[in-house]
């Protein structure tokens, strides 16, 4: 299985619901929920055993650079895995553009291809990799595979799947219902024969071009044309899920079940029901004092946080904003960044803390005229040469060695040391040591925004802030 089988990752989407940690420009896929390492890297670490280095990430640009980082760490060839989506089309384009590059390396149609999204938690990866193995038996018989979870409760925000006849290890598959209300996902989880879909998916390379061309002939056609060429047509592409376009039209379907300790952390809710628990029912992480409180969530970040008498309450703290909800109404959480997002609040948008391709940076504090950032740069690693219109920055040296390029001037500071970048002033900062390089950075203007930036020259690895 090992020797021939590749792997398709999805790594967009915004996860809104776990708002305000997840954010525009950092989704759940990439934050660090448990210990050092994010859902991406875990989705990562999983797939190596089955498929070395043939893992293909498919992802927008504007995570380009958190991709790149996060597999580098996670050991990682960076620059041959990642498949750069023009724009969000859902994940049958995206899943397509997975599939032209292995078209384009040549790879025969017998091979076959694992999808998984990069958002989800399996705790137990011997019985992932058990579950793969009885999908290449049904993906053997010309079948398109989806891995089935057997459901606990009425979710209303899965799509469901009922299991047919039997053929052993996994079962062919006899209906769809797409996330059914309440009501109706009651009465599934009664019958018994329900899983739910766990978004992932197993087939042949040929099996998934012909499915492609029989049910979404507008993007099927192209590809056998190579990823250029897919991609010249992209945008006019329909925004379609895999689901819709193909899974439940296709008539060659299995379901195999995954027993693996899989979740998928759509909700905080969902994060409080797999989360240790402790005496009185409550999930603590973070700087967190409790007074009277049971069956809570409280999710700490930077800060101390107390509680006193609350009772099936979740609190979610991050640096600039504070979510708490009842429990059990967590998914309306999407609702709220919806709200944000059509007022344009920098909160739903901006993460506190960035990777970019040069290192990271981490905002300490943002008011009125003023922002703070606390600024890491990799070594020999450089931002743009660049300028602003709004902000004047006061650069001071924590640790490291900075290389200073203001205006016609080059020079060196040290670790205490500082310099003053004024409005329109031409410059760069660069970490020419073999350290990393710290800084502190402090704007005063009247415009803040990460798009004041002026770009003139890149360096390796330079980009704007």
């Known amino acids: 299985m090992g020797e021939s089988l590749h792997a398709i990752v999805l790594a967009g989407g915004s996860g809104t619901r776990l708002w305000p940690l997840s954010r525009g420009e950092l989704?759940?896929?990439?934050?660090h929920l448990f210990g050092n390492e994010s859902l991406f890297q875990g989705t990562l670490k999983r797939l190596r055993p089955l498929a070395g280095e043939r893992i293909r990430v498919v992802s927008p640009g504007c995570f380009s650079d958190l991709v790149l980082q996060q597999s580098g760490a996670a050991g990682m060839d960076p620059k041959s895995l990642l498949l750069v989506e023009p724009c969000a089309k859902n994940t049958a384009p995206a899943i397509a553009l997975g599939i032209a590059s292995l078209v384009e390396e040549g790879c025969p149609e017998e091979t076959?291809?694992?999808?998984?999204p990069s958002d989800h938690v399996i705790n137990e990866d011997e019985k992932f990799m058990q579950a793969v193995k009885y999908g290449l038996e049904a993906v053997s018989e010309g079948n398109i595979v989806v891995f089935g979870i057997a459901p606990n409760a009425p979710e209303t925000g899965f799509?469901?799947?009922r299991a047919g006849e039997s053929r052993g290890s996994w079962f062919r598959v006899d209906e769809f219902v797409e996330k059914p209300d309440a009501k109706r996902a009651a009465e599934l989880l009664d019958e018994g024969s329900w899983f739910w879909n766990g978004g992932i998916f197993l087939?042949?390379?040929?099996?998934?071009?012909?499915a492609f061309r029989k049910h979404l002939p507008g993007i099927g056609v192209l590809l056998q044309e190579g990823v250029t060429h897919l991609l010249d047509q992209y945008s006019a592409f329909p925004s379609i899920s895999i689901d819709y376009g193909i899974i439940e039209r296709h008539h060659a379907m299995a379901v195999v079940p995954l027993d693996a300790g899989w979740a998928?952390?759509?909700?905080?809710?969902?994060?409080?029901?797999?989360?240790g628990k402790d005496e009185q029912g409550n999930v603590i992480s973070g700087d967190v004092i409790t007074e009277d409180c049971t069956n809570c969530l409280f999710r700490g970040n930077g800060r101390l946080v107390a509680a006193v008498g609350l009772n099936d309450i979740l609190v979610v703290d991050s640096p600039d904003a504070l979510c708490i909800s009842a429990r059990g109404t967590s998914q309306k959480v999407r609702?709220?960044?919806?709200?944000l997002r059509n007022e344009k609040r920098r909160e739903v948008f901006q993460a506190p803390e960035s990777v970019r391709s040069w290192g990271e940076y981490r905002i300490v504090y943002e008011g009125d005229g003023i922002k703070i950032k606390r600024i890491r740069v990799l070594p020999g690693k450089s931002l743009s040469l660049q300028y602003h219109h709004h902000r004047s920055e006061h650069w001071i040296v924590v640790s490291g060695t900075a290389k200073i390029t203001r205006e016609n001037e080059n020079f060196f500071l040290h670790e205490g040391e500082s310099a003053f970048i004024g409005k329109h002033q031409v410059h760069r900062l660069a970490n020419p040591g073999k350290l990393a390089l710290e800084i502190i950075e402090v704007q005063n203007g009247s415009y803040l925004g990460e798009d004041d930036i002026v770009r003139l020259k890149y360096e390796e690895g330079g980009e704007a802030q």
């Open 159 to 161: 799509g469901y799947i």
């Open 335 to 339: 609702t709220v960044a919806e709200k």
């Open 112 to 116: 076959p291809v694992l999808v998984c």
């Open 203 to 210: 087939f042949r390379l040929g099996d998934i071009l012909e």
């Open 264 to 275: 998928d952390l759509g909700s905080w809710d969902a994060f409080y029901s797999i989360g």
């Open 27 to 31: 989704p759940k896929q990439f934050l």
